[in-house]
């Protein structure tokens, strides 16, 4: 069936960095735009990044200049490097994969990133 697997998260100081990866299977990968969410206690789920088919990506300006999407097709894989953390970057951080815009797309059970100051 179709999955996606969150993976790399952890506990990190202000300032320091974390690579984060997303593994999919089931799909054909190379024709999914791929999406990092995340989510912090008692807020609502906000968009991070995304890398589209052909390698253009987006980010949200909160995290712009320190967060860097990218994907490799061979290995069915999605990145998310993260440097520069700061404690406001704390969230369970959620992979999807969406073949196209406006469908809820494939959801991983996400995996936690915390930053202490």
């Known amino acids: 069936q179709a999955q996606v697997v969150e993976s790399g998260g952890g506990l990190v100081q202000a300032g320091g960095s974390l690579r984060l990866s997303c593994t999919a299977s089931g799909i054909i990968f190379r024709l999914y735009t791929m999406r990092w969410y995340r989510q912090a206690p008692g807020k609502q789920r906000e968009f991070v990044a995304a890398?589209?088919?052909?390698?253009?990506?987006t980010y949200a300006n909160s995290v712009e200049g320190r967060f860097t999407v990218s994907r490799d097709n061979a290995k069915n894989t999605v990145s998310l490097q993260m440097d520069g953390l700061k404690p406001e970057d704390t969230a369970i951080y959620y992979c999807?994969?969406?073949?196209?815009?406006?469908?809820?797309?494939?959801w991983g059970q996400g995996t936690q990133v915390a930053v202490s100051s």
């Open positions: 890398v589209a088919r052909d390698g253009a990506c």
């Open positions: 999807n994969a969406v073949l196209i815009v406006g469908n809820p797309g494939i």
